[in-house]
T-cell receptor, first 111, second 115 residues
Framework: GESVGLHLPTLSVQEGDNSIINCAYSNSASDYFIWYKQESGKGPQFIIDIRSNMDKRQGQRVTVLLNKTVKHLSLQIAATQPGDSAVYFC??????????FGSGTRLLVRP | NAGVTQTPKFRVLKTGQSMTLLCAQDMNHEYMYWYRQDPGMGLRLIHYSVGEGTTAKGEVPDGYNVSRLKKQNFLLGLESAAPSQTSVYFCASARGLAGGTDTQYFGPGTRLTVL
């Protein structure tokens, strides 16, 4: 099985409940943020992004909130499903070419 | 569109052997990246390229070389593999938008074991 993230913080939620995954970013000059989902044995998959001129953006069942004052990003997943079980990473644009990735949070969905 | 593809998917090497990992993208992206991912350490940037014929070092470049001879391909080479290079390797690409407000799209990964 996938060995990535053996020591990651884990969020366990009941199927159907809402999930909130948090991320603290490092650079106050960052102006673009992304959430990725990584399922076991697969590459990171884009979920949603947000620019710094916004504080909230919604997608299908997902919402990203940005609080620039405290350099905090959150991902809310509505009505969490078993298929949402994965590791979730936030990323910020560290420079014109690169992203800085967080270490990730593992989401476990209990049936 | 296939997106970002990587070959091989799995490989086992002996210490001192060499190999090349191939990344290909069909999205006409300017930027390409190689990362490694180790347990509990997240994604670490090895090398990247902002266009055909250009490469630059990332966070952990030692022991690796890269080439971007064609826009759609980005090769990662290990000249003399070491056990410390046992990892999962991901390639990513991005359009290359001004200001860095740009999503990176990832391949499925290559799992490399060095004995």
């Amino acid at each position: 099985g996938e060995s990535v993230g053996l020591h990651l913080p884990t969020l366990s939620v009941q199927e159907g409940d809402n999930s909130i995954i948090n991320c603290a970013y490092s650079n106050s000059a960052s102006d673009y943020f992304i959430w990725y989902k990584q399922e076991s044995g697969k590459g990171p998959q884009f979920i949603i992004d947000i620019r710094s001129n916004m504080d909230k953006r919604q997608g299908q069942r997902v919402t990203v909130l940005l609080n620039k004052t405290v350099k905090h990003l959150s991902l809310q997943i509505a009505a969490t499903q078993p298929g949402d079980s994965a590791v979730y990473f936030c990323a910020e644009n560290g420079s014109s070419y690169k992203l800085i990735f967080g270490s990730g949070t593992r989401l476990l969905v209990r049936p | 569109n296939a997106g970002v593809t990587q070959t091989p998917k799995f490989r086992v090497l002996k210490t001192g052997q060499s190999m090349t990992l191939l990344c290909a993208q069909d999205m006409n992206h300017e930027y390409m990246y190689w990362y490694r991912q180790d347990p509990g350490m997240g994604l670490r940037l090895i090398h990247y390229s902002v266009g055909e014929g250009t490469t630059a070092k990332g966070e952990v470049p030692d022991g690796y070389n890269v080439s971007r001879l064609k826009k759609q391909n980005f090769l990662l080479g290990l000249e003399s593999a070491a056990p410390s290079q046992t990892s999962v390797y991901f390639c990513a690409s991005a359009r290359g938008l001004a200001g860095g407000t740009d999503t990176q799209y990832f391949g499925p990964g290559t799992r490399l074991t060095v004995l």
